[in-house]
């Protein structure tokens, strides 16, 4: 699955909602075209009633140096931000179909998110 088709299937557009917009998350931003965006920031970032930010990777893409430095920057400040794949769908969806807070979010316990504990624990180790 490329990473169009991921993003499809994950947030879709207005038009052709994926999983994020049919769970009424909004769109905030989304990085269409890397010039003149920030070197390496998420790919998008989702509002409801909290913010989460989402780096959507093909099951084999590498996450980049910058990338990993705003994941670890926006994580490092509280945020709520995920590298996401294709095989972590069923823990992304839980995510974000949770309604509350993202300090609530602790009450599921991210222990039971083992894909995307480990590819956060993976980005920030790699710093």
Request: glycine letters at 10%.
């Amino acid at each position: 699955m490329s990473e169009k088709e991921w993003s499809d299937q994950l947030v879709g557009t207005a038009g052709k909602p994926g999983l994020a917009r049919q769970l009424g998350w909004h769109t905030a931003y989304h990085t269409l075209r890397s010039k003149g965006s920030a070197s390496g920031f998420p790919d998008w970032v989702l509002v409801r009633e909290r913010v989460v930010f989402l780096e959507l990777k093909t099951e084999t893409g590498k996450v980049s140096e910058a990338q990993a430095e705003w994941i670890a920057k926006l994580f490092l400040a509280g945020a709520e931000v995920y590298v996401v794949r294709p095989r972590h769908l069923e823990e992304i969806a839980t995510v974000l179909q949770f309604r509350g807070q993202s300090s609530e979010l602790g009450s599921i316990g991210m222990l039971n998110f083992p894909g995307l504990l480990g590819e956060l624990e993976s980005v920030l180790q790699s710093r």
